[in-house]
Structure formats: structure tokens, C-alpha cells
T-cell receptor
């Protein structure tokens, strides 16, 4: 079945360490997104990519980096510059709808990675 | 920026009752709306969507109503079951914009057996 796979499910980061969260999709979607979710909060956009080799910052990009070398993959690196990385990270993808861009298609989400500090 | 919000952060209902979850949006250019369900420890799942050329859409046990005049969206769940317990998010999007949906904070639905 098609879907989005995030790994690992749980991840622990040491002080000063960079960690990378994996996101893979086999839905043939052009657009991919990373969100951060804190307890009792909505989804905040970190980065998004609408096409391979291109990505844009979201609302809270500081301390994070991404790459989009393949259509299927959109890894997120949480760098040591991110001072409060403990959160639930969600990856999503969406396809092109009819008409303009991707605005009329729902996003498909992975089951998240929970990142904690050691 | 524009915002999407929910009127009630928590909704408690008895099994078998109908549930109504509300959402207000402020971007008058929004023309596509989505409801998601998020169970504990999982990612959001798509439930139902509606485009601005409609004011009602029905799915299996769920109905979404859109009132563009007052910028209000609601999700109705018929005969609520314990398995419906989750956080429900609305999201809005606008054609010709950034194509990035704006999510509300979410409403926690608790179904008591």
C-alpha cells in the first residue's frame, strides 16, 4: 500500500548533537512538508518542498535543515542550534490537484517521530 | 498572518450521541477545507474535505458544513463511538496562495462508554 514512512519512531539527542529524521513516501507526491507538534498545540510548519532540489522555510525553520534530492525522500536534520528540540515531528506529502498548485489536495501524514533530549 | 481556530478545546460526549466540532477561519480567500483526526501517538488522518463551492458534504457517519458568510466550518459525527476519541483538526487553504494549509489548534473529543 502507498503511504508515508517516518523513522525512527523515537529518537534521543545528546547535547551538541545533530540528528536526522527520515521521511519516505511512495505516493508519487510532488510536495512534502515537515511539521513540529508540541503538547496541546497545533502543527507548526518547519520546511516544505514542492519539487525535487527545492525547498522553502516555514514558520519555525531556525535550527533545522532539510534536503530534497529525491522525490520520495525529505529528511529533516535537527541541529545543535535548535535549543528546544523536544517535540513530535510529523512529515506530510500532497499531490498536485486540478487547477493551480497543490491547494486543493489533502496532506497525507506519517506516524511521526518523537524526539527527546538525553 | 491569517488564522484558523477552534471554539472548544475539549468536547466530552456519551457513546451514541452526535458530536459537533466547530472551527472558525479568518482568511476570506480560503476555498478548500479539510478535517483531520489524530489519535494519540499517530499522525493526522484525513477524514473529509469540502470546497468553497459547496456548503455541505457527507461521508460515512460524518458531515462537514461550511458557512462562508460567517467563516465557520463544522464537523458532525453521528452516533459517536469510543473509537472516535481523538483530536480533530481543521485546516484551510487558498488557491493562488502559498498552497500551505493553515491548521487550527485542535479539539479533543472524548467519548464516554
Amino acid at each position: 500500500d502507498g503511504g508515508i514512512t517516518q523513522s525512527p519512531k523515537y529518537l534521543f539527542r545528546k547535547e551538541g548533537q545533530n540528528v536526522t529524521l527520515s521521511c519516505e513516501q511512495n505516493l508519487n507526491h510532488d510536495a512534502m512538508y515537515w511539521y513540529r507538534q508540541d503538547p496541546g498545540q497545533g502543527l507548526r510548519l518547519i520546511y516544505y518542498s514542492q519539487i525535487v532540489n527545492d525547498f522553502q522555510k516555514g514558520d519555525i525553520a531556525e535550527g533545522y535543515s532539510v534536503s530534497r534530492e529525491k522525490k520520495e525522500s525529505f529528511p529533516l536534520t535537527v541541529t545543535s542550534a535548535q535549543k528546544n528540540p523536544t517535540a513530535f515531528y510529523l512529515c506530510a506529502s500532497s499531490g498536485s490537484g486540478t487547477g493551480i498548485g497543490y491547494s486543493n489536495q489533502p496532506q497525507h501524514f506519517g506516524d511521526g517521530t518523537r524526539l527527546s533530549i538525553l | 498572518g491569517e488564522s484558523v481556530g477552534l471554539h472548544l478545546p475539549t468536547l466530552s460526549v456519551q457513546e451514541g450521541d452526535n458530536s459537533i466540532i466547530n472551527c472558525a477561519y479568518s482568511n476570506s480567500a480560503s476555498d478548500y477545507f479539510i478535517w483531520y483526526k489524530q489519535e494519540s501517538g499517530k499522525g493526522p488522518q484525513f477524514i473529509i474535505d469540502i470546497r468553497s463551492n459547496m456548503d455541505k458534504r457527507q461521508g460515512q457517519r460524518v458531515t462537514v458544513l461550511l458557512n462562508k458568510t460567517v467563516k465557520h466550518l463544522s464537523l458532525q459525527i453521528a452516533a459517536t463511538q469510543p473509537g472516535d476519541s481523538a483530536v480533530y483538526f481543521c485546516a484551510e487553504n487558498a488557491s493562488g496562495g502559498s498552497y500551505i494549509p493553515t491548521f487550527g489548534r485542535g479539539t479533543s473529543l472524548i467519548v464516554h462508554p
